[in-house]
Nanobody
Framework: QVQLVESGGGLVQPGGSLRLSCTASGNIFSINTWGWHRQAPGEQRELV?????????NYADSVKGRFTISRDNAKNTVYLQMDVLRPEDTAVYYC????????????????WGQGTQVTVSS
């Protein structure tokens, strides 16, 4: 069993900042890929940022220069630092990870967090 638990969402004024965290726990051998996605009401879920292996982070064009994804391997945690927030960033944010589990050995699966609400409004 693997769990992803997110935290850090909330209400912030336009131009403000928030930092989201997502920690994985349980039957983990390695975390291969981390991603943050978001879904606004009436919209499809979209990828915001991702780290694949030890490579460079990827960002959606709409958040480049404002959001930063980072990982702490020792803590099995990924962060999303969100700066210069805009009303259009309002959404439920989900973390996602591709994880190789301990048991059964050699198997990898996708896992999702429960989501955390981010609201940008004055």
């Amino acid at each position: 069993q693997v769990q992803l638990v997110e935290s850090g969402g909330g209400l912030v004024q336009p131009g403000g900042s928030l930092r989201l965290s997502c920690t994985a726990s349980g039957n983990i051998f390695s975390i291969n890929t981390w991603g943050w996605h978001r879904q606004a009401p009436g919209e499809q879920r979209e990828l915001v940022a991702a780290i694949i292996g030890g490579g460079m982070p990827n960002y959606a064009d709409s958040v480049k220069g404002r959001f930063t994804i980072s990982r702490d391997n020792a803590k099995n945690t990924v962060y999303l630092q969100m700066d210069v927030l805009r009303p259009e960033d309002t959404a439920v944010y989900y973390c996602n990870a591709e994880i190789t589990v301990l048991v059964p050995a050699g198997h990898s699966y996708d896992y999702w967090g429960q989501g955390t609400q981010v609201t940008v409004s004055s």
